[in-house]
């Protein structure tokens, strides 16, 4: 089997497509979906990672938004090219880009367990749906045990109004950094 992690490097494959009217989400192979029980898991200690995430869906209309609740993404590269490295929430991959981000983690607590989020434009208003998550168990250093329950906050929002996205443009929907689709709250009219 292929092995997905390598010392501080990690590969996130995205493949999502729709087939006889239900939406199918995998992650490194792992499939997702609200009735799939099994989430993938990736275990790291404090420590700065690389994750490469990697946009491998067929369909061209398919950009997903990629981040990982409570951190911020290094971008240092995109389609294997190095770039001036820029911080951001979240990142926009279109269809067969990759992009190259690193992560610090420098967990004060013994053990934490976060939210690999990828949500497609087309979510819905919850972001309960056309999404793939994952898990990132954190652990403060190799002498701690793993917290083996699930994250918290798996059906929060992001909200895409505080989040600054890179790589989002006019056309899918975004303005100055910031998301305006059906994924963004309508904002209160003041009379």
Request: with cysteine; charged share 25%.
């Amino acid at each position: 089997m292929y092995s997905y992690q390598n010392g501080n490097e990690i590969i996130l494959f995205y493949t999502m497509y729709y087939h006889g009217g239900e939406w199918f989400g995998f992650l490194n192979g792992e499939k997702y979906g609200e009735n799939v029980k099994e989430t993938p898991v990736f275990e790291v200690e404090n420590g700065e990672y690389m994750f490469r995430v990697i946009n491998g869906v067929g369909n061209a209309k398919t950009s997903f938004f990629f981040g990982i609740d409570g951190h911020r993404l290094r971008v240092i590269s995109t389609d294997a090219y190095p770039v001036e490295p820029y911080e951001t929430d979240m990142i926009q991959v279109g269809v067969a880009e990759r992009y190259d981000v690193l992560v610090k983690f420098d967990i004060k607590t013994t053990a934490e367990n976060l939210w690999i989020r990828a949500l497609t434009s087309t979510s819905d208003k919850k972001q309960n749906t056309h999404r793939v998550m994952g898990i990132l168990k954190v652990r403060k250093n190799v002498n701690s045990v793993y917290n083996p329950d699930p994250p918290q906050g798996k059906n929060e929002r992001v909200d895409f109004t505080k989040t600054h996205v890179l790589n989002c443009l006019a056309t899918t929907g975004c303005k100055n950094g910031s998301l305006v689709t059906d994924l963004t709250p309508s904002p209160k009219i003041k009379k």
